[in-house]
């Protein structure tokens, strides 16, 4: 029995469709769905993903569950915007020393949703990291830099831009959160993606942009 099939019986069942009609009416609903076990709810919401044209959050109970339910996720339905939001700590509940790759995978996944594309977006998460404030959409694009190639940019602004952001400059970049400066060569490691950026300047004009 191979993958392809098990999904093709969820997505013929007869409450497949009763289900996403409800799901999709215009006031709110609850619906309580009994004896779904192990990986069933993954092809549950693979389901119901591919019937749907709408945006979808998903809550889970806990960090390690909603990881699991990411993976599934993605490995059943093939789709591009689907984010892990996780809280911003090394230990889950506990406002202490941050995890600098959970910190990075919530600043992805407000960059997505805040982004204008044809794709359906896809939310991962877990009450931990729902109560942890975020920054409002206004407040998000108005602190938000995009250097083009073949425009000019202010190295001296950058400079304060990054530092007012809370970035640190030092002579070469390691963690997300770092910025230099070498003659014509910027290299930043965004939180936001996995891999910093090296943007090389011809005079004051932006000649290369690239992940290292």
Do not use: W
């Not at 389901?47 to 809550?59: A, C, M, P, R």
């Not at 977006?121 to 409002?136: H, S």
């Amino acid at each position: 029995m191979n993958l392809q099939y098990l999904q093709d019986l969820y997505l013929q069942h007869a409450c497949l469709k009763p289900l996403t009609d409800e799901i999709v009416l215009p006031s709110p609903k609850l619906i309580q769905l009994t004896n779904i076990h192990a990986s069933a709810f993954s092809f549950i919401a693979s389901s119901v993903f591919k019937q749907i044209d709408y945006n979808h959050l998903f809550i889970l109970d806990d960090k390690e569950s909603a990881a699991y339910f990411q993976n599934d996720f993605e490995t059943l339905t093939g789709a591009l915007d689907i984010c892990l939001f996780p809280d911003s700590y090394k230990k889950t509940g506990q406002i202490g020393e941050l995890n600098s790759s959970h910190v990075m995978l919530r600043a992805e996944a407000l960059m997505k949703l805040n982004t204008i594309n044809p794709h359906k977006k896809v939310l991962v998460t877990y009450p931990e990291a729902l109560v942890e404030k975020v920054v409002n959409t206004e407040s998000f694009s108005k602190n938000t830099i995009y250097i083009k190639q073949s425009e000019k940019l202010d190295v001296s602004f950058l400079t304060e831009f990054m530092v007012s952001m809370g970035f640190t400059k030092v002579d070469f970049v390691y963690e997300p959160g770092q910025f230099a400066i070498r003659g014509g060569i910027i290299d930043i490691y965004s939180f936001g993606n996995e891999h910093p950026y090296r943007v090389e300047l011809f005079d004051d004009e932006v000649d290369t942009i690239r992940i290292f």
